[in-house]
């Protein structure tokens, strides 16, 4: 079956520090691919997407690749400020007008001052 | 305007009484699920539903049944309730294109089963 697994944290990062968090998935044919991010209390907002091999998706300054090589869709940031600390979902979608999603554990990340 | 809206946001209650959650879409989409988040986070999909039918129905007991009035709305009853129910549960929705297109998400509905 699908599978999405990423590292789960938390993540704790000092201010305009570098962010990778990584995100293998396991599938057959082509999902499209994802990354979620849930502020505190608050419910999910898409942050970034690819729907094919090589796309790049990229959103406030996070960016991710599709690579189907490695079956991967890390995330990255240049610069983290503290206010993107949040907890952050990898995601696949198979297709089909109806398929859900199937998400990673997520992973917390602290940006500090 | 909110695009996807839950009714209510938090829903306290004793074992055993049923209750209902509410969500409802403007997006005009066509497809609307049912994701269980966990206190660890874990987020797994229960149901979808397309124009009104159920899709996909993930082994989840059948004390939840979802009800869905008209395409833009999609309702979760649960009877029974069981301290395990304990979750936040989030409506979404999302355009048909064969799994290319985002989901949609609510602000999530906090259940906690005394």
């Known amino acids: 079956g699908n599978s999405v697994t990423q590292m789960e944290g938390p993540v704790t990062l000092s201010e305009e520090a570098f962010l990778t968090i990584n995100c293998t998935y396991t599938?057959?044919?082509?999902?499209?691919l994802f990354w979620y991010v849930q502020y505190p209390g608050e419910g999910l907002q898409l942050l970034l997407k690819?729907?094919?091999?090589?796309d790049k998706g990229s959103n406030k300054g996070f960016e991710a690749t599709y690579r189907k090589e490695t079956t991967s869709f890390h995330l990255e940031k240049g610069s983290v400020q503290v206010s993107d600390s949040a907890v952050y979902f990898c995601a696949l979608r198979k297709g089909g007008g109806a398929d859900g999603l199937t998400f990673g554990k997520g992973t917390h990340l602290i940006i500090q001052p | 305007d909110t695009a996807v809206s839950q009714t209510p946001k938090y829903l306290v209650t004793q074992m055993g009484n049923d209750k209902s959650i509410k969500c409802e879409q403007n997006l005009g989409h066509d497809t609307m699920y049912w994701y269980k988040q966990d206190s660890k986070k874990f987020l797994k999909i229960m149901f979808s539903y397309n124009n009104k039918e159920l899709i996909i129905n993930e082994t989840v007991p059948n004390r939840f049944s979802p009800k869905s009035p008209d395409k833009a709305h999609l309702n979760l009853h649960i009877n029974s309730l069981e301290l395990g129910d304990s979750a936040v549960y989030f409506c979404?929705?999302?355009?048909?294109?064969?799994?290319?297109?985002?989901?949609?998400f609510g602000p999530g509905t906090r259940l906690t089963v005394l």
């Open positions: 690819a729907t094919k091999a090589d």
């Open positions: 599938a057959t044919g082509y999902p499209s």
């Open positions: 979404a929705s999302s355009p048909p294109g064969q799994g290319r297109h985002e989901q949609f």
